[in-house]
């Protein structure tokens, strides 16, 4: 199923599969739920689950509610800190905007040092 949406001006599109729905000539089979496949489903996948908060976070951004956006963009930076640490930092850097723009009325969790505390909480990259 595949539903298109307007949001802020913005053309937003999102496709939606059924539960047990096969990859199959996509060549994968990570959240069929097949035996074998790594993660259950794309729920369990802490990628897919940072990616979806990455995007939760952009949209509150298209929406102008950067507390919101902050809050998002940090929750997908801990969840993709554990795969993808490249990925974490660079989702950081779009927290510390949306800090930013809060400045000195960000809610509790969403300031620059919220934002700060999760970038040290990162491991380093290697190399």
């Known amino acids: 199923m595949v539903a298109c ?3 802020a001006g ?3 599109v999102l496709v939606v599969r059924r539960p047990g729905h096969h990859a199959g000539s996509r060549g994968g089979h990570a959240g069929t ?5 790594r993660f259950a489903s794309y729920h369990e996948d802490p990628r897919h689950a940072g990616l979806a908060r990455r995007a939760a976070g952009r949209i509150h951004h ?3 509610q950067p507390a919101e956006a902050t809050r998002d963009l940090l929750a997908a930076a801990a969840l993709l ?3 993808d640490v490249r990925l974490a930092r660079d989702t950081l850097i779009e927290a510390a905007v949306e800090a930013q723009i809060n400045g000195q009325f960000a809610p ?5 040092a919220d934002v700060a505390r ?7 990259t290697p190399g």
């Open 5 to 7: 949406r307007r949001l």
């Open 10 to 12: 913005h053309h937003v």
């Open 33 to 37: 739920g097949t035996p074998g496949s």
């Open 62 to 64: 298209a929406q102008r």
């Open 81 to 83: 800190g554990a795969v």
């Open 108 to 112: 509790d969790g969403a300031t620059r």
């Open 118 to 124: 999760a970038a040290q909480a990162l491991p380093l």
